[in-house]
């Protein structure tokens, strides 16, 4: 059975093309087609990518035994600002990829979530900044700033609906390629 899935990464450029037809992915970025042997995948990793202009992205990325890599998102751009979540096709194709990856190399990582260090640091950084926004409000109260205070209220809400899910979606994580994360999977 072939599966096949089509995104444009970004806002500007042409779509990539991946077809999936037993233990082989054909790459297709329209300048060059690359036929991928899924026995050589050492990982799958997936994660939640924040995206721009409030679009959130659902990554995959397959890494090989030489170093090379590939990915694919379920976000694809039609322009500038304009961009289409594709959930049903990301969702099948990834399904159909893990189980075609999971036969072809039995041995390969499936890996939910960013590397422990990067989600690591991304986590205390942003602990780190809303503390220190909770100070600059709690001096700014201390001195009858309410402009001041309301403003860095402000900007911890929108902070904490930013940073909260970049930390509870990404954390590192192993799991089956029969049954991905769902909350890394657009609903």
Not at 37 to 46: D, I, K
Not at 71 to 81: A, C, D, G, K, Y
Not at 87 to 114: C, D, S
């Amino acid at each position: 059975m072939t599966q096949t899935y089509q995104h444009s990464p970004r806002p500007v450029g042409g779509p990539i093309s991946f077809t999936l037809k037993g233990e082989t992915l054909t790459v297709d970025s329209g300048r060059k087609v690359h036929e991928v042997q899924l026995g050589a995948v050492e990982s799958v990793r997936m994660t939640f990518e924040p995206g721009r202009l409030g679009r959130k992205a659902y990554r995959t990325k397959v890494v090989m035994k030489d170093g090379k890599a590939f990915s694919f998102t379920s976000l694809s751009w039609r322009s500038l600002i304009e961009a289409e979540q594709l959930t049903q096709e990301y969702r099948a194709f990834a399904h159909a990829l893990f189980e075609a990856v999971r036969r072809a190399n039995p041995n390969a990582r499936f890996i939910a979530g960013k590397p422990w260090w990067l989600w690591l640091s991304t986590t205390i950084l942003g602990v780190a900044c809303l503390l220190g926004m909770a100070f600059l409000i709690w001096q700014a109260v201390q001195r009858g700033l309410t402009d001041v205070a309301l403003l860095g209220g402000l900007f911890v809400a929108i902070g904490a609906w930013q940073i909260e899910p970049m930390v509870r979606l990404n954390k590192p994580r192993a799991f089956r390629p029969e049954s991905p994360p769902p909350n890394l999977l657009p609903a």
